[in-house]
């Protein structure tokens, strides 16, 4: 018999496994723990005690048996200690991926800039009419073989020049980021854990681009007192010290980094929350957490400048709505000529995914 056959919707049967919702779970707390895998786990547990994650089928046992048995997870037998694999260090990249791309899917669509098509990389749904010039592989011959049947007929088929259509396509450059991540100890002060976010929106990026934009660079460059580069497999251990904001040692080595990159488009992407407190004098530090030291901040702004010589567009995000920062922060990038936002925690990955593929694309003559 044709027809249809209804049955009764259960929610639980197409479901993740056990496994699978333990191990998203679980990969939020390491982003949290800092990569210590004991930590993680206790929590768990504790979660477990209070919402009944597992129960009389598939215990927390089994769970890290399954995390051991799949790669996620190595013991050492001597101490007994857990420790995250390079797997699990891409699962945490690949989540944040998706939380923030995720959310970016499902919000409307807004703060895009407008770019004019051109002969490139990504196909462009619109088309427009032939113009001298065009190269043979623009063209759209289905269009062009349409327009040409409604103009001539099927009977006396040819093809003129006003019947071409021309399929344009976005041009991506290649692009050298590097990114830098405020780890001073303002980033977890007053109650709220900014270095997380961070943490999340530079391990989602370096995913984004080592898949999609494989011929791109990333560096990320994390900045207290000093500031040193880190790879992106030591993403989910980054934590924050006891540090002060050396935001210039954070721009010069920045600085020296790109100029070994080889693509001729470079930029910098600042996540921070607070001002300059510091810098390197020689082998002494000279710190000032009282107000804005014109001491520090005119390095930052002569750095600001050398970037902007150098064609480096330094972008700013200050996830800190403090309205004194507001006057350093535009001074900063005016002198750049480069962008700034005052992000929100939530907010932050939106505000540089959108920046970052706003840039990937250039107009092509």
């Given at each position: 018999?044709?027809?249809?056959?209804?049955?009764?919707?259960?929610?639980?049967?197409?479901?993740?496994?056990?496994?699978?919702?333990?191990?998203?779970?679980?990969?939020?707390?390491?982003?949290?723990?800092?990569?210590?895998?004991?930590?993680?786990?206790?929590?768990?547990?504790?979660?477990?005690?209070?919402?009944?994650?597992?129960?009389?089928?598939?215990?927390?046992?089994?769970?890290?048996?399954?995390?051991?048995?799949?790669?996620?997870?190595?013991?050492?037998?001597?101490?007994?200690?857990?420790?995250?694999?390079?797997?699990?260090?891409?699962?945490?990249?690949?989540?944040?991926?998706?939380?923030?791309?995720?959310?970016?899917?499902?919000?409307?669509?807004?703060?895009?800039?407008?770019?004019?098509?051109?002969?490139?990389?990504?196909?462009?749904?619109?088309?427009?009419?032939?113009?001298?010039?065009?190269?043979?592989?623009?063209?759209?011959?289905?269009?062009?073989?349409?327009?040409?049947?409604?103009?001539?007929?099927?009977?006396?088929?040819?093809?003129?020049?006003?019947?071409?259509?021309?399929?344009?396509?976005?041009?991506?450059?290649?692009?050298?980021?590097?990114?830098?991540?405020?780890?001073?100890?303002?980033?977890?002060?007053?109650?709220?854990?900014?270095?997380?976010?961070?943490?999340?929106?530079?391990?989602?990026?370096?995913?984004?681009?080592?898949?999609?934009?494989?011929?791109?660079?990333?560096?990320?460059?994390?900045?207290?007192?000093?500031?040193?580069?880190?790879?992106?497999?030591?993403?989910?251990?980054?934590?924050?010290?006891?540090?002060?904001?050396?935001?210039?040692?954070?721009?010069?080595?920045?600085?020296?980094?790109?100029?070994?990159?080889?693509?001729?488009?470079?930029?910098?992407?600042?996540?921070?929350?607070?001002?300059?407190?510091?810098?390197?004098?020689?082998?002494?530090?000279?710190?000032?957490?009282?107000?804005?030291?014109?001491?520090?901040?005119?390095?930052c702004i002569n750095l600001a400048a050398q970037c902007k010589k150098l064609k480096i567009p330094i972008t700013t995000f200050m996830i800190a709505s403090d309205p004194y920062l507001q006057k350093f922060v535009q001074e900063f990038t005016e002198m750049n000529n480069g962008k700034a936002f005052f992000a929100s925690l939530d907010k932050l990955g939106a505000f540089i995914f959108k920046d970052f593929e706003s840039g990937k694309r250039r107009t092509v003559y």
């Amino acid at each position: 018999m044709i027809g249809h056959r209804f049955i009764h919707f259960d929610p639980n049967e197409n479901s993740q496994s056990k496994f699978e919702q333990l191990l998203n779970l679980f990969m939020q707390l390491l982003t949290y723990t800092n990569g210590d895998a004991g930590e993680a786990l206790q929590w768990l547990n504790e979660l477990d005690k209070q919402y009944q994650l597992t129960d009389n089928e598939y215990g927390m046992g089994d769970f890290i048996e399954d995390l051991k048995q799949n790669g996620y997870l190595n013991e050492d037998p001597a101490s007994g200690n857990f420790n995250i694999t390079a797997k699990s260090e891409q699962t945490i990249r690949k989540k944040s991926l998706e939380e923030i791309f995720g959310k970016l899917k499902k919000s409307k669509q807004g703060n895009h800039q407008t770019f004019k098509p051109g002969q490139g990389d990504e196909i462009n749904p619109d088309t427009r009419p032939f113009q001298f010039g065009d190269m043979l592989e623009q063209i759209d011959f289905t269009e062009s073989i349409r327009n040409a049947q409604i103009n001539r007929g099927v009977e006396s088929f040819t093809m003129q020049e006003d019947d071409l259509q021309i399929r344009e396509s976005d041009f991506k450059t290649q692009t050298s980021t590097v990114l830098m991540i405020d780890i001073s100890h303002s980033m977890i002060l007053y109650g709220e854990d900014r270095i997380t976010p961070a943490k999340k929106v530079a391990m989602a990026l370096s995913e984004l681009i080592t898949t999609k934009y494989p011929k791109d660079t990333l560096d990320i460059v994390v900045f207290g007192n000093d500031a040193w580069s880190i790879e992106i497999k030591d993403l989910p251990y980054l934590q924050v010290g006891p540090y002060h904001t050396n935001t210039v040692a954070g721009l010069e080595l920045a600085m020296d980094l790109l100029r070994r990159r080889k693509n001729p488009n470079k930029q910098i992407f600042m996540i921070t929350d607070g001002k300059p407190t510091c810098l390197k004098i020689g082998g002494r530090y000279y710190k000032n957490s009282f107000g804005l030291d014109r001491k520090v901040v005119n390095r930052c702004i002569n750095l600001a400048a050398q970037c902007k010589k150098l064609k480096i567009p330094i972008t700013t995000f200050m996830i800190a709505s403090d309205p004194y920062l507001q006057k350093f922060v535009q001074e900063f990038t005016e002198m750049n000529n480069g962008k700034a936002f005052f992000a929100s925690l939530d907010k932050l990955g939106a505000f540089i995914f959108k920046d970052f593929e706003s840039g990937k694309r250039r107009t092509v003559y």
